[in-house]
């Protein structure tokens, strides 16, 4: 037997239905922030990536899906949504148009990573970029968005970690820094840490090998690089989010796994018992210099993703039920071969009607068929003989209180109109 690939899953029955009911929340909630709907490529020019996310990033050097394609141009599945975002920005010189530009995706990325609950091979982001401002304003809006949708949801355990890169400047200050400190104890990190003291020293502090090293928690702050500009814009971020009534926790040591961020960067995590270790729900934060790094012109950008897996997960762990239950108006079936295209015909109109019909393709007996509308929670079912067909008149059950009745064939879309409007 085929089997899907490692780390990939199925989504069917009750879980496509939470997917398809999360977007549709998700679309409403991004109306309300005047947030559009961009759609890119799933997959990109590797060279994006590389130099988006960056060359010292596990994304980049361990997980992602290359290929060469049958004209021998190297692409890359994307392992992310916001450098795949930058580029559509770039390329369709959408930074003339009005500022900020607030874009919102929602798919699949893919990272080959180690599958564990909470963790695939193939997930889904739904993310929000924004272009051409720096105002701390956005940061905080940007980190309220996520927190928001989580209440919104009813999701009460949620814990959101914030902190500071700084600009340009002050990383160049606490690049030295830390590259001076590192330098006598290099062979006390492990080899992947020696690599990014070459190439970013920073990523040393995220390291999952090292996480307990005395020498990595020792390490010099970044909070003790930065320069004023820096300083203040935290200020406001942190303000700007409580005037918001948001409340979060400074995380000196949250640095994240992508390199184009500055300034601002936030995780939101499931703060649930037992809730396991792949914990980040949400993440993000302010890219000023990826746009220009990507080949733009120079313009701030400030981002978010949720995962979407994780985010199931989480509301299963506190009981949140968001499965919306499909809704089917009527269930249509008929008691000879003879009626049948005049049953077609009719749940054809009344589907054109805005009803949500369906009906018997199996030609069962009356009996199979009223359990069958029972199984699809049919608020109506539709019966149709030879004797409906020559009198033009058709027989209508209410599925719940049972009442029958006789309905002339012009009439129906007004009779269920009216009966399912009484609900
Ligand atoms: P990220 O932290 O790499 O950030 O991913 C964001 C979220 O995607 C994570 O918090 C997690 O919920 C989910 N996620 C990541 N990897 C996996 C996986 N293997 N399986 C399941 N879920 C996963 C980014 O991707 C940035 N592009 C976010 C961003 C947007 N920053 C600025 N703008």
């Known amino acids: 037997m085929i089997q899907k690939p490692k780390g990939t899953y199925d989504i ?9 009911y999360l977007r549709k929340l998700i679309t409403a909630l991004m109306d309300k922030y005047n947030y559009d709907y961009v759609q890119t490529p799933i ?8 130099r988006g996310v960056g060359e010292t990033t596990d994304i980049v050097t361990k997980e992602t899906y290359d290929f060469t394609d049958r004209g021998n141009r190297n692409l890359t599945l994307r392992p992310e949504g916001t450098a795949g975002l930058v580029r559509c920005f770039i390329e369709n010189k959408l930074y003339v148009e ?7 995706y929602f798919g699949s990325m893919f990272r080959y990573e180690r599958p564990q609950s909470g963790r695939n091979r193939e997930f889904t982001q739904f993310g929000v970029e924004a272009f051409g401002s720096n105002d701390p304003m956005l940061d905080a809006e940007i980190i309220s968005i996520v927190v928001n949708f989580f209440k919104m949801l009813g999701l009460k355990g949620i814990k959101v970690n914030i902190n500071t890169l700084g600009d340009s400047e002050s990383r160049k200050m606490y690049r030295k820094a830390l590259l001076d400190y590192f330098k006598p104890h290099l062979n006390e990190l492990c080899s992947d840490c020696q690599t990014r003291y ?4 920073l990523r040393i502090l995220d390291c999952k090998v090292d996480s307990k090293n005395e020498v990595i928690e020792n390490a010099p702050k970044m909070e003790d690089y930065l320069n004023q500009t820096s300083l203040d814009h935290f200020s406001k971020v942190k303000e700007y989010l409580k005037t918001m009534g948001i409340e979060y926790i400074v995380n000196p040591k949250l640095v994240r796994g992508l390199d184009y961020y500055t300034h601002t960067v936030f995780e939101v995590e499931a703060d649930i018992k037992d809730f396991g270790s792949q914990n980040v729900l949400g993440a993000g934060g302010r890219y000023d210099n990826l746009v220009e790094t990507i080949g733009g012109p120079s313009t701030p950008g400030v981002g978010f993703a ?3 897996e994780r985010l199931l997960l989480a509301l299963e762990a506190e009981n949140i039920d968001i499965t919306e239950g499909k809704k089917l108006d009527a269930y249509a079936f008929s008691m000879s071969t003879n009626a049948k295209s005049y049953m077609l015909s009719l749940v054809n109109n009344l589907r054109m009607n805005g009803f ?3 009906m018997d393709y199996l030609e069962r007996n009356m009996k199979n068929n009223f359990k069958h509308a029972d199984k699809l929670k ?7 003989g030879d004797d409906e067909v020559t009198n033009k008149i058709i027989t209508v059950k209410n599925n719940e209180t049972k009442e029958e009745f006789k309905v002339k064939l012009e009439n129906i879309v007004e009779f269920l109109d009216e009966k399912l409007g009484d609900e």
Do not use: Q, Y
Request: proline share 5%; net charge positive.
């Open 378 to 384: 049919a608020k109506f079912i539709i019966i149709i």
């Open 356 to 358: 949500n019909v369906d």
């Open 43 to 50: 997959f990109e020019s590797s060279e994006l990536f590389h």
């Open 12 to 20: 069917f029955g009750t879980n496509s239905g939470k997917i398809l």
């Open 98 to 104: 009005s500022k900020p530009l607030k874009a919102w």
């Open 306 to 308: 949720i995962g979407i």
């Open 198 to 201: 070459e190439k970013n020293p």
